[in-house]
């Protein structure tokens, strides 16, 4: 790139980004001007002079291209994910979508949170108010007329309430507290006839439970209505007085006669609330309740009402005090938010016995009554979420909000029941496949086991795909046009076709797996049904190993095809797994040794589970071989593991023969011979013998005497024995050898050394002392 260029370059790029070249259109010739003033002549000079020339301006385009590429180039490598995701597959797409929907999920929350809370002009009219002092004058006028008619008010009220007192304390003592005539009437049955009149007392007697109650608010309604029509009178003559006095010249300026009108209509609007809720709930209203019950509900009303009327009343009396309408806006959506929360309470405080109503009686059963269970114990769940949204649609100001509400409420209710009724229907289907005949029991004894092992699984992958469509179904509901998503090219259908590539390959996996197992079990228990114990018994060995060698391969194989469904491209991984594997070979030879040596024991039958056996300076059992290491079971109980590369030598005691090795030292007078004959007898005895005759392979191989001293004589020999054999026949030939020793007189030697010392006697110990005195 040529440097004398480069200012030109700069200066031509400078002209091209102003707003008088970007519009499509050309501008007057005085605007371009204006737009360009910071443009000096001569720069504008050397520009025209670049462009004109044909050179110039093809090095300019070159230089500029160069530009504009750099940027990309060296970008590239910082673009690059740590995953190996291609561009176009499917886990890049789930990834773009869920991050633009975040995005805009983002935006419209942070819009709705700007709609409610414009808390900051009431914030700006608080903080000007208090520093006019024209508002200090207003607020002035305003109490000292407010107090004025409240005072005038409250005075005639309390007039009004004197007056009413005996009225109101006549109805109340002629109330009907029951419905005896009708009541009595209903109550009166013939006893149950039979089973079913007993199962349908129950409800019969609800029924007429609710017909006497029904009766019986019938009868109060001409008191109720008459004692709420007396206790509303002086709320009138209250509203009666506070109008009167506003139309005096107390109310001669609008701005103060409005606030006081306001909360005069609150204060009696209160009043006439809570009138209207003790007249339905309260002790003497025209619902009997339980006394308990009809106070929580006058403490809440209260709350309530005077939360909500006194808020919408502060909010109105703010507006007319010069609040701006977004403030006042925002204050009526916090008032009427409390209301909602304090809604919110009521029906967590009242979950459990609405719950009992709804819940089905005890001993029923039947679709019915686990839908009525199910919905008792989600009910406070879906009235929260219907209160919420009566707020957020007033809040809000959707448009046909209400009957959107009433459209999406019904049809999740809708929606839910059909999923679960559908659920329940498609897994007793599944229970009832599952169920093995006992015909293909007998057959396939381990087949029940491995069925109810994947049963719950699978319970749990139906659910979910039912679920999975119930959800499409209620964004459809919901006006979200979900079914779009699934047509052909779209995510929504390369996921589905991912999913089921995937669950194809896992249940393929799954086949592998549990007919391998079932072919290795079955060839296990078919050759020791025909005899062959030993190899049932190596099989039984490499049992672990094969199917440790098996998972993993599936494992990996089900792995892999999974990360290439969801667009992973796997060859990186499979050279860097390899990479890894070289690494631990190297670096871990201690395992590669133990893996290398216990493939080839195993292959060469050295050992096998059950045998006896005794390497490395231990002895036991062997109750497992892995791929690595070999289990001993000690004959105290404890357990020895014992890794293949500590292995150097192996003494198996459990490879079909084991001999009985025979010993005796007999005295040096007894005769060999006849000793011998004895401990023939004996195992030719013993060979007769049921008990021995399967563990003793031959008769006594008697070898002869093997050591002559001056007190013993020692005869050897052994008997042949299978490998289970050798320790019992040894230990029963010692016991019948000392008896028939015994029994025939002959004697067994001593195994220590006998030494004859003589003590001299005192003749001789003198005649010994003479000399040693001679020679001192």
């Known amino acids: 790139m040529s440097h004398k260029l480069l200012p030109s370059i700069l200066l031509v790029c400078a002209l091209l980004s102003l707003p008088a070249f970007a519009q499509p259109a050309a501008p007057p010739a005085s605007s371009v001007a204006d737009k360009a003033g910071a443009l000096t002549p001569e720069q504008a000079k050397r520009a025209l002079e670049t462009l004109s020339d044909d050179k110039k301006r093809a090095e300019m385009i070159e230089t500029l291209r160069a530009v504009a590429n750099a940027p990309q180039q060296q970008a590239a490598p910082e673009n690059k994910s740590a995953v190996p995701l291609e561009a176009d597959s499917l886990g890049a797409q789930l990834l773009l979508m869920v991050s633009e929907q975040v995005r805009e999920i983002s935006r419209e929350v942070a819009d709705i949170a700007r709609t409610l809370t414009h808390y900051r002009a009431f914030y700006w009219w608080f903080l000007r108010t208090a520093q006019d002092p024209s508002a200090y004058h207003q607020l002035f006028d305003i109490a000292w007329k407010l107090a004025l008619v409240f005072l005038c008010a409250f005075a005639a009220e309390w007039l009004a309430f004197r007056l009413i007192k005996r009225p109101v304390a006549l109805l109340e003592a002629r109330l009907p507290q029951a419905a005896r005539a009708p009541a009595q009437t209903l109550a009166v049955a013939d006893p149950p006839s039979s089973v079913a009149d007993v199962t349908a007392a129950p409800e019969l007697q609800r029924r007429r439970l609710g017909l006497a109650r029904a009766w019986q608010s019938l009868v109060r309604l001409p008191f109720v209505l008459g004692r709420l029509l007396l206790e509303l009178l002086p709320v009138l003559v209250f509203l009666g007085i506070a109008t009167m006095l506003l139309g005096t010249e107390i109310g001669d300026l609008p701005t103060p006669r409005l606030v006081i009108l306001a909360v005069v209509n609150a204060?009696?609007?209160?009043?006439?609330?809570?009138?209207?809720?003790g007249g339905l709930a309260g002790p003497f209203g025209l619902f009997r309740v339980r006394a308990e019950t009809a106070v929580y509900i006058e403490?809440?009303?209260?709350?309530i009402v005077a939360v909500g009327v006194s808020g919408i009343a502060f909010a109105n009396v703010a507006l007319l005090l010069g609040l701006h309408r977004a403030g006042y806006a925002a204050l009526l959506r916090l008032v009427m938010l409390v209301v909602h929360l304090f809604i919110v309470v009521i029906i967590l405080q009242c979950r459990r016995p609405v719950a009992d109503a709804i819940r089905a009686p005890?001993?029923?059963?039947?679709?019915?009554?686990?839908?009525?269970n199910r919905v008792a114990g989600l009910w406070h769940y879906l009235a929260i979420a219907l209160d919420l949204a009566l707020w957020a649609v007033w809040a809000l100001n959707i448009r046909n909000g209400y009957a959107l509400l009433l459209q999406y409420f019904v049809g999740t209710i809708a929606v839910a029941l059909i999923v679960r009724l559908a659920t329940m229907l498609v897994l007793s289907l599944i229970d009832r496949g599952f169920r093995i005949s006992p015909d293909l029991l007998h057959r396939f004894p381990g087949l029940e086991t491995r069925a109810n092992r994947y049963l719950p699984l699978l319970r749990n992958i139906i659910s979910a795909a039912i679920a999975f469509i119930g959800l499409v179904a209620l964004l459809e509901v919901w006006g979200v046009d979900a079914i779009v998503w699934f047509y052909g090219g779209q995510i929504g259908s390369r996921l589905l076709s991912a999913v089921v590539t995937i669950g194809i390959a896992a249940l393929a996996a799954a086949a592998i797996w549990e007919i391998s197992n079932a072919l290795m079990d079955r060839k296990i228990s078919a050759l020791s049904r025909d005899g062959h114990?030993?190899?049932?018994?190596?099989?039984?060995?490499?049992?672990?190993?094969l199917r440790t060698a098996l998972l993993c391969l599936i494992v990996t194989v089900v792995g892999l095809t999974a990360l290439s469904e969801i667009g992973v491209n796997v060859a990186p991984l499979l050279a860097g797994a390899g990479i890894v594997g070289i690494a631990i070979g190297f670096g871990s030879q201690k395992l590669v040794q133990d893996l290398i040596t216990g493939l080839f024991l195993l292959l060469e039958n050295t050992v096998q589970v059950g045998d006896n056996v005794t390497l490395s300076g231990l002895s036991g059992v062997v109750e497992n071989v892995s791929i690595r290491t070999l289990r001993l079971r000690a004959g105290d109980g404890s357990v020895h593991i014992v890794p293949f590369s500590a292995v150097t030598t192996i003494t198996n005691s459990s490879r079909g023969a084991g001999n009985a090795a025979v010993s005796v030292n007999v005295s040096y007078k007894e005769d060999t011979d006849r000793a011998g004959e004895i401990l023939k007898d004996i195992?030719?005895?013993?060979?007769n013998e049921p008990e021995y005759r399967h563990l003793i392979r031959g008769d006594l191989e008697l070898w002869g005497v093997d050591k002559v001293d001056g007190s013993m004589a020692s005869i050897v020999g052994q008997i042949r024995c299978t490998d289970a054999g050798r320790w019992p026949v040894q230990r029963e030939f010692n016991r019948r050898m000392k008896?028939?020793?015994?029994?025939?007189?002959?004697e067994i030697a001593p195994g220590g050394q006998t030494i004859l010392m003589q003590v001299p006697t005192s003749a001789e110990i003198a005649s010994d002392a003479m000399p040693r005195r001679a020679a001192g």
């Open 533 to 545: 114990y030993v190899r049932a018994a190596r099989l039984r060995t490499f049992q672990p190993m």
């Open 739 to 746: 008896r028939r020793f015994q029994e025939r007189g002959i």
């Open 299 to 303: 403490i809440w009303a209260r709350r």
């Open 683 to 687: 195992v030719a005895e013993m060979r």
């Open 267 to 277: 204060y009696a609007l209160s009043r006439v609330l809570i009138c209207v809720v």
């Open 362 to 372: 005890a001993g029923r059963e039947g679709a019915a009554a686990r839908v009525r």
